[in-house]
């Protein structure tokens, strides 16, 4: 296996101002894109709020975007309909939804974006969010990633984008991460640990990132207490293992 893989952290954010056409100002940086991974990832971004702040209302023409929140308290519009969102909620909106966030709490916003290519024109406008575990395809699901267990993007999303999970490691447990078929990133929300790939070991904590591009592959070992990441998981069809 390749032993390449992407390690960015959010300590040197970009500072925005007026973010989707929103007054105020806000922090935002990029953590992966599609150059050196061979999957259809558009972006993954950590962005920002201050309390108060807002990014604005808008709609994708052409991609699809998963949101994950890491901290603090908010409420997301979804083609007009408010939804209340904390640490661990997780969003899918699909291709030519109107979305926007804000930020009610007292602290910080933060939250991780995942925008990909859509494969599909969007469908239909309806105002109804569904839970994941819904059996047909709506335009957006609103979960709680640690409550409700994985999330498989599929159920809205048309693009590559599979399972989205929290996982959460014993003291000195680890995991063994394949990108076969497949591409992974994990952005690391509580404890310390490792992640190993051949002979390099990064150190991870809350704000380290990591992306492993197809033919790579990696250990993740927990520190003393405990180690806790998101993770999600990218399908790269055969045509595109070049």
Known sequence: MRESVVVATIHDPADVHGVHSAEGHSRWTCLARR???HGRWEAVEWAWLPPGGVSGEHRHSRTEELYFVLDGQGEITLDGRRYPVRPGTTVLTA???RHGLRNTG???LSWLV????ADADPPPSTKDAVMHNSAHVSHAVVADLRRSGPVDAATVLTG???TVR????HPRGTAELAARDVEHTVYVTDGVGTVETGATTVALAPGVSVTLPLGTGARVRAGADGLEYFHAVLDVPREDHQ
């Open 35 to 37: 150059t050196g991974l």
């Open 95 to 97: 291709l030519g939804r």
């Open 106 to 108: 007292r602290q910080p």
């Open 114 to 117: 995942i925008e990909i290519p």
């Open 160 to 162: 590559p984008l599979r």
């Open 166 to 169: 929290v996982t959460r490691l």
